[in-house]
């Protein structure tokens, strides 16, 4: 999921809708702004893309007021019903509250079952709404140790911004899983998923929020809190590897460089004599540039992407997906056929995706193929926030390498080891600061999780 937020502008909805837009690769299955005129908050949430929710301009004569927050959706926890579109609002008895969550609780369920016991009703399959639950139950005066207070019961992934009549608040979980920007227009405090959304609205990046941090943002301006256990920061790697624009600089780096780097690190381990390096766009891209220059060998776009097609993967929907390789991709006979051709691509989720495209490229005349991809094997599933799979569908938790490259029909595989990944990332003398989390590929878990993922409710 993608969030934005906005305090103190006289169009805060108008840019928080341009910030959504611009994370729009975030989440494309629902989306909404909840706006505060400093007395009361309005909501507009609905399933669809940016563009399509808030195609009709009166909206945002609906949604007034000087400051704004709003989120993209995509499912991990929670079904894709119209009910759990985020932001979640609520009055209770200190007023409305809104907030808008980027990540994956991984004791939503424990938290939920005991407040239903003490009584609570809930009214979506979010996550999210355990937080509002447990905020409106406690018993501290103000809003920021409430927030905390209700934040301290939680465990897992949560890069927030919540909204009142008269602050906005920020907060990054201590491990630090998704990123969370503060930006300034103007006068104006902006805080978003990702650099790309300040750029759009010509804001100026001003830092990082910390694992860990609250801002409170209000009228006397801006303050900043540490109010939760810390831990060891364990920001998640995934995000250079797919999920982040590659013109954002989220954890000190912009995306671009980094997936570039995979690119050349992966050429070192797994060099091959070839004629043609061939992104799997867009997502193969950079590290298909960085594979390219490493090697000496020349680089082509031997596949052209229909743009008008979603992200496949984020299709819910198991029957859209199958289609999904065939509508989106065709390659260029002229840079294939009679080719020696190493093809790029960031991740293997279930294979089904290499393997048609690798049927496609053959197809088209290429003499070889060598999938080469710019993370290690994709083995167990997330629990801080991205849609991957559960275990019995991810092929490389129970295949090897060489019976998924039989299974895609590579002539060869090779993937980034994570000793690379991490060199690539932070620079070979910095290893030892070098915190990701890594657990979709180690198994190694930052946070212990209660339940195991047997499901796909725990996102
Ligand atoms: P597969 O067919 O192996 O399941 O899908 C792999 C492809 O899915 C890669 O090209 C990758 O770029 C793309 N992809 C799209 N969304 C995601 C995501 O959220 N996680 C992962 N791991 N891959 C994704
Ligand atoms: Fe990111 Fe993988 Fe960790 Fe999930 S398990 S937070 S996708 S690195
Ligand atoms: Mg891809």
Redesign the pocket.
């Known amino acids: 999921c993608g969030v934005f937020g906005i305090y103190g502008h006289p169009e805060a909805a108008n840019m928080t809708y341009l910030g959504l837009y611009s994370l729009q690769h975030r989440g494309q299955e629902s989306c909404g702004i909840v706006a505060s005129d400093g007395h009361s908050l309005r909501a507009h949430r609905k399933s669809g893309l940016v563009a399509d929710v808030f195609r009709d301009p009166v909206l945002f004569e609906r949604l007034p007021g000087q400051s704004a927050i709003g989120h993209v959706r995509y499912s991990t926890a929670g079904g894709n019903d119209e009910k759990n579109c985020q932001p979640i609002m609520v009055d209770y008895v200190r007023g409305s509250i809104a907030v808008a969550h980027n990540g994956n609780l991984i004791n939503a369920q424990e938290l939920r079952n005991e407040l239903e016991q003490l009584g609570s009703i809930f009214s979506t399959v979010a996550d999210t709404e355990v937080i509002i639950h447990l905020l409106a139950r406690t018993q501290s005066d103000s809003l920021s140790e409430r927030i905390a207070d209700a934040l301290r019961r939680v465990r897992g992934a949560y890069s927030l911004l919540f909204l009142t009549e008269t602050r906005m608040v920020a907060v990054r979980d201590p491990n630090g899983f998704r990123p969370l920007i503060l930006g300034k227009l103007d006068g104006a405090y902006v805080v978003a998923s990702e650099t790309c959304a300040l750029d759009l609205i010509e804001a100026e990046f001003i830092r990082e929020i910390e694992p860990g941090e609250m801002i409170i943002i209000d009228k006397k301006g801006l303050h900043s809190l540490f109010p939760l256990e810390v831990a060891q920061p364990s920001p998640c790697i ?1 995000e250079y590897i ?2 982040a624009r590659p013109d954002s600089t989220i954890f000190g780096r912009e995306v671009y460089g980094v997936r570039k780097e995979y690119g050349r690190q992966l050429a070192r381990e797994f060099p091959v004599e070839a004629d043609v390096v061939v992104p ?1 766009p867009d ?2 891209v950079p590290a298909a540039i960085g594979y390219a220059e490493q090697s000496g060998i020349p680089f082509e776009l031997g596949l052209i992407r229909n743009h008008y097609v979603g ?4 299709e819910p929907q198991q029957s859209i997906r199958h289609f999904g390789v065939k509508i989106k991709l065709n390659p260029v006979r002229e840079v294939i056929e009679g080719k020696r051709v190493v093809v790029i ?10 393997r048609k495209i690798i049927k496609m490229i053959r197809h088209a005349g290429a003499k070889e193929v060598h999938v080469r991809i710019s993370s290690p094997p ?1 083995s167990y599933p997330c629990y801080y926030g ?3 799979p559960t275990r019995t569908e991810l ?1 490389s938790s129970s295949h090897s390498i060489e019976e998924i490259n039989r299974y895609i029909t590579s002539d060869t595989l090779g993937y980034l080891s994570i000793e690379g990944l991490l060199k690539a990332t932070c620079g070979s003398e910095n290893l030892e600061q070098c915190h990701f989390c890594t657990a979709c590929f180690c198994g190694r878990y930052p946070l212990k999780f209660p339940r195991l993922k047997d499901d796909r409710q725990l996102g």
């Open positions: 995934f797919y999920f799997i997502s193969g992200r496949t993967f984020i691509d960031d991740s293997i989720v279930r294979g089904t995706t290499a994709t991205i849609d991957t092929i």
